[in-house]
Structures are given as structure tokens and as C-alpha cells.
């Protein structure tokens, strides 16, 4: 593996990295501005003592160092203050400006200290110190491309070498100097190169790192998705399981007693029909509510039956549209009586294994029900559609909705919230619905309640 591997990033996040980089060195030139503009009030107090201790006059190269420092100052100064107008909050507002900003920033330095290194320092015998301190600088403090940073060393080796011409007569010192600054050129190149891809690096290990957690998180959640939707539908399921164990049980119960309840109540119907053609008048109204009353609960029992689990079903292929349609006039009756609305909406679905006498008795009770919770003008809603795995009967009503709290209730025998309900109406949709391998799901608020049959079309 390389030192500078590149990470896996898209286009899009090297052109950010280069924007960041360009931030740092906008940046990074204002100090380094600021540093030099402070620095040189030095430079010039050094200026006025050696005036003052005559040194100007002696050698006018003192003068022109004077001078430098001069165009130092208000270049530094003009420097710092296009930097503080034009003030960048972050990486995304770099332009083609701010890049040229810090490139002549560096420019500047770099031939500015090889022109003193190169002339003044000679003309007063002393070392090239100011370029060797200027190639480092840059290097350390702002970060350019290896072509940009070519162009700036390579033209201020050439302004220092010309500078040198100018001023050393001994060609053996300039040979020696033109070395010194050509090894120079090349370390401050090398170490400006490694240092701009050791941080171009660090930054694309950076997104990559932000990649990994993105992907990781997005891992976790998917998996806490999974776990969440795992253990809803099975506390679902285990409810359903719970409701169907009750629905079995009373089932079985119901097909134990129905049969032997029922043959005393039909010899007693028989005998009161006998006893009430023998009786006045006035003794008749209570021999036909004794029989109503009978017949009331011989119809109970009758529901009663038809949660059990176990009752004989008669399977055949049918589609629940054509259920629907059928039952449609005995729907539309009700909806008339009951002063409501009614709206079908029968989409394309396939057929199904159905015992069409207790499909119709689903969609009578639901139907009921809907039209009980609703208020006159209200309108109820039945609709079919399919999706990949299931057959959907819709029946959705505009009453008042069911509280939270009864809906894990729905189902159970007896239980009931009307005045006059036996409470075996959802129960028995429940108990059809099982025997055809589906499932209820209720939806409900303030708005209305829905009531979802699926039929799951692998179980057919």
C-alpha cells in the first residue's frame, strides 16, 4: 500500500476537498500577512537605527533595504485588507478569486525574498537567510498543486539567480550560491508536495470515514426497521393468536351446546304455538312475545354457531367482486333504510377459494356495523384491490372511529359497545376470516373506521 492511497469518493467530494484546501490557504495567507505586516515594523525601526548610526551613507544598499521594507509594508497591508472585505464563512463560497489571492500572496513573498536575498543581502555580505525562510514558509503554511508550486519556485529561482548575476562578480560565489538555491528549490518543492497530498489525503479519509459511518448507520437502521417491524407483527400475531385461541375454545363450546339447547327451545316454541290457540284474547300478546323471544335467541345461537372453527365449509373458486356485487342489492336496501350513502369501488382481483354464503355474511355484518356508527348522510365506502401477496376487502365508514383501547377487544364474543348488541357480529367476521386463512386489520379515528380483510393469495 502507498503512502497516498486514495480513498473511494466521488467526484463531487474531491471538488469539496479542493475547496477546503483553497479555504485553508486564503486563510493561512491572511496570517501569513499579518505576520509579516507586524514583523516589519522591525524591520523598519532596524532601518532608522542604522540611518541614525550612519550606515546609509557608507553603503547605499542599506537605502534600498529601507525601501523593501517600505513596499513590504503596503503590499502586506493591501493584502490583509482585500482579506478582511472579502471575508469567506466556508469552503462552499471559494471562487476563482480567492485561489489567485493566495497564489499571488505567495508569489509575492517568494520573488520579494530572492530580490533581497539575491541583491541587497550580497551587497552588505550577508546569507541568503530571507529566501531560505520564505521557501519553508510557504511550504509549511498554505497548500498548492505540484504544477502551481513548480511555477512559483521555479520563477523565483530564476528572479534570485538574476538577482545574483547582478550583484556577485566572483563567478566561483555564484556558482556555489546557484546551487545552494537550486538544492533549496527543490527540498522546499518536495516538502510543499508531501505535505499538500499528506492533508489532500487526511481529507479524503475523512469523507471515507463519513461514508462508513453513513453506510453503517444506515445498516443499523435498516436492521432497528427490521427488528421494530419483527416484533410488531409478532405482538400482532401473538394478539391474533390469543383472539383465534378464544374464538376456537368458544367455538367448540358453541358446537357442543348449541345443538342440545336448541332441542328444548324448539319442543317449548312447539307447546306455546299449541297453548296459543287455546287462550282468550288478551292472553295471546304474551304467548307471541314468549315465542319472538325464542326465535331471538335460537337466532343468537345461531351466530353463536358460526364461530366455530370447525363448521363445515363449502370452498370453491369465486371472485370477491362478484361476492360483492351480489350482496350489492341487500347492501343498498339497508343504505336507504338507514338514510346513508354508499360507494363501491371494485378494482381487478383474482379469484379466490371462498365459502360465498359466510363471505356475504362478512360483508353484511361490516357493512351493518359501518352504517350503526355513522350518523344520517354519512357515507360508507367498500373497495377491493390486490397487491402482490393478498386480496384486500375494504369496508370503511365516516363514523366517530373506535377508541384505542377497545380495538385489541374487537372480536371477543359478547363484547359489545351498543344498546342492543349481542356482541357476536365482529366475532363471527373473525371466525370467517380465519377459516379462510386471513386477517382483519382495523384502521380508526375521529374520521371513521376502516376494516381491512386480507386474503393472502399463497394460502389459496
Known sequence: MGLFQSQPISENEEN??????????????????????????????IDCNNRAKGLWAINEAYYYVFHT??????????????????ILHSANEITLFHKVFAILFAFFALNYSAIISGWISQEINRPSNVYV?????????????????????????????????????DPYMSFGYYMDVFLLVVISYFLS?????????????????????????????????????????????????????????IGEMAASISHEVRNPMTTVKGFLQLLLNKQDSKDKEYFNLM???????????????????????????????????????LVQADAQTNDKLLAIELNNVPDLQLDIQEIRQLILNLVRNGFEAMSSGGQLKIRTFCTKC??????????????QSLLEKLGTPFFTTKEQGTGLGLAVCYGIVSRHNGRIIVETS???????????????
Open 291 to 329: 315465542i319472538e323471544e325464542l326465535d331471538r335467541a335460537n337466532s343468537i345461537l345461531s351466530e353463536f354457531l358460526s364461530i366455530s372453527k370447525n363448521k363445515p365449509t363449502m370452498y370453491e373458486w369465486y371472485n370477491i367482486n362478484d361476492v360483492v356485487t351480489s350482496t350489492l342489492p
Open 193 to 249: 508536495t508531501v505535505l499538500y497530498k499528506f492533508k489532500q489525503q487526511n481529507l479524503r479519509h475523512k469523507y471515507y470515514l463519513e461514508h462508513l459511518v453513513m453506510e453503517r448507520t444506515e445498516e443499523l437502521q435498516a436492521a432497528n426497521n427490521l427488528l421494530t417491524k419483527e416484533i410488531i407483527e409478532r405482538k400482532r400475531t401473538e394478539i391474533e393468536m390469543v383472539r383465534l385461541d378464544r374464538l376456537n375454545l
Open 390 to 403: 393478498e386480496v384486500v376487502l375494504v369496508v370503511a365508514d365516516q363514523g366517530t372511529g373506535i377508541e
Open 69 to 86: 521594507h517600505v513596499v513590504l509594508a503596503l503590499v502586506t497591508l493591501m493584502f490583509i485588507l482585500v482579506s478582511y472585505r472579502v
Open 16 to 45: 469539496a476537498i479542493d475547496g477546503i484546501m483553497s479555504y485553508d490557504n486564503y486563510n493561512q495567507t491572511r496570517k501569513f500577512a499579518l505576520i509579516l505586516f507586524s514583523i516589519n515594523f522591525i524591520f523598519l525601526f
Open 446 to 460: 375521529p374520521k371513521g373506521s376502516t376494516f381491512n380483510v386480507n386474503f393472502d393469495l399463497g394460502e389459496q
Open 133 to 169: 525562510i520564505a521557501c519553508f514558509s510557504v511550504a509549511v503554511m498554505v497548500n498548492f498543486k505540484s504544477r502551481v508550486l513548480a511555477f512559483l519556485y521555479g520563477l523565483s529561482c530564476l528572479t534570485f539567480m538574476i538577482s545574483l548575476t547582478v550583484s556577485q562578480e
